[in-house]
């Protein structure tokens, strides 16, 4: 498969626990970025990676998110004390560098319900 | 402020028929639009992408169009299939805009009844 893939697909939590998702973008794609979708929304930035280098963060993203990316390659998207507003689905997206059309390659997404 | 609207929120038509996506925005300065199919439960998809000098990009039955002027977008859908149901985002990047300046519209939700 070389397509992003994004684990787990599902996740239910209970409100105030910890939770890391995972994304691993299509090989020698520079960039990932990752997104929050929530139902009949479009989905709204949350941060940008270019290798390992985090290069912007939305104001979306509190203090309680934190997103790795260490070796360039799979990033982690870590949420900590969840609370029910951070239900959501969680997209990541990679590219590869180069021109500013670049088209993002969308994983199918983790959806969060947190109880 | 820099927003994306599309119409009509949702959608229904029958099988094999065509149908028209609209996208209007109001993004500056313009850089592209890209229009994303989204299947339930699923990452957005590309269907196409224009620059400002682009007027009409087609791929397969999905033709987009591009009004810079008018700063409106199309997206026609002919001959419709089942598959065709899903979500079709129009996303707009700002020019000279970092990656977090794609302006995302809240994406038209169409069914395709046999």
């Known amino acids: 498969d070389t397509g992003v893939s994004q684990d787990p697909r599902h996740k239910i939590t209970k409100r105030g626990q910890n939770v890391t998702f995972r994304c691993d973008p299509i090989?020698?794609?520079?960039?990932l970025y990752w997104y929050r979708q929530t139902l009949g929304q479009g989905p709204e930035f949350l941060t940008y990676?270019?290798?390992?280098?985090?290069?912007?963060k939305s104001r979306l993203l509190s203090d309680r998110f934190s997103a790795e990316r260490p070796k360039g390659s799979f990033s982690t998207l870590e949420i900590q004390r969840t609370e029910q507003g951070d239900s959501a689905m969680y997209l990541c997206?990679?590219?590869?560098?180069?021109?500013?059309?670049?088209?993002?390659?969308f994983g199918a997404g983790t959806r969060l319900s947190v109880l | 402020k820099n927003q994306v609207e599309q119409s009509p929120q949702s959608l229904i038509i029958l099988e094999g028929k065509n149908c028209t996506l609209q996208?209007?925005?109001?993004?500056?300065?313009?850089?592209?639009l890209r229009w994303y199919k989204q299947d339930t439960g699923r990452g957005p998809v590309s269907l196409t992408i224009?620059?400002?000098?682009?007027n009409t990009k087609s791929n397969g039955r999905y033709t987009a169009t591009l009004d810079a002027d008018t700063k409106q977008s199309s997206l026609h859908i002919t001959a419709s299939q089942l598959s065709d149901s899903a979500s079709y985002i129009c996303?707009?990047?700002?020019?000279?805009?970092?990656?977090?300046?794609?302006?995302f519209g809240k994406g038209t939700k169409l069914s395709v009844k046999p």
């Open positions: 997206a990679s590219s590869p560098i180069g021109r500013p059309q670049d088209i993002q390659y």
């Open positions: 090989s020698e794609h520079n960039r």
């Open positions: 990676f270019q290798n390992e280098a985090q290069l912007e």
């Open positions: 996208c209007n925005y109001t993004v500056s300065p313009f850089s592209n």
């Open positions: 224009m620059t400002f000098s682009e």
């Open positions: 996303v707009v990047s700002r020019d000279g805009g970092s990656q977090g300046n794609l302006i």
